[in-house]
């Protein structure tokens, strides 16, 4: 069983930069990623990383986010900078049950989630 808990969450100003971390009790050498989900809206991905390292993002975060993953330490990184109030949502990790993923922002790939973490971005 994969316990997964987000840490990182918060308020920030437009412009501003946070880091959310994942920390994972069990198997990690899967493909995992970070999904959000703002009220009103559907759950969607954000950015994700497979086994060997290779990494996709949404096209509304490419440039201003980054995935990473320390494998030694069970963690996944998600660096956000240049928050902007469309960003405001709340976050979660999720993991897989296997190295890699086609279809790494389908929520249905994905067997484990966090509880999620919130992220308020004021304008």
């Known amino acids: 069983q994969v316990q997964l808990v987000e840490h990182g969450g918060g308020s920030v100003q437009a412009g501003g930069s946070l880091r959310l971390s994942c920390t994972a009790a069990?198997?990690?050498?899967?493909?995992m990623g970070w999904f959000r989900q703002a009220p009103g809206k559907e759950r969607e991905g954000v950015a994700a990383i497979d086994g060997h390292g290779s990494t996709n993002y949404a096209d509304s975060v490419k440039g201003r986010f980054t995935i990473s993953k320390a494998n030694a330490q069970n963690t996944l990184y998600l660096q956000m900078n240049s928050l902007k109030p469309e960003d405001t949502a709340m976050y979660y990790c999720?993991?897989?049950?296997?190295?890699?993923?086609?279809?790494?922002?389908?929520?249905?790939?994905?067997?484990?989630w966090g509880q999620g973490t919130q992220i308020t971005v004021s304008s």
């Open positions: 069990g198997y990690t050498y899967s493909f």
């Open positions: 999720a993991q897989g049950g296997s190295i890699a993923t086609m279809f790494p922002f389908d929520p249905y790939e994905y067997n484990y």
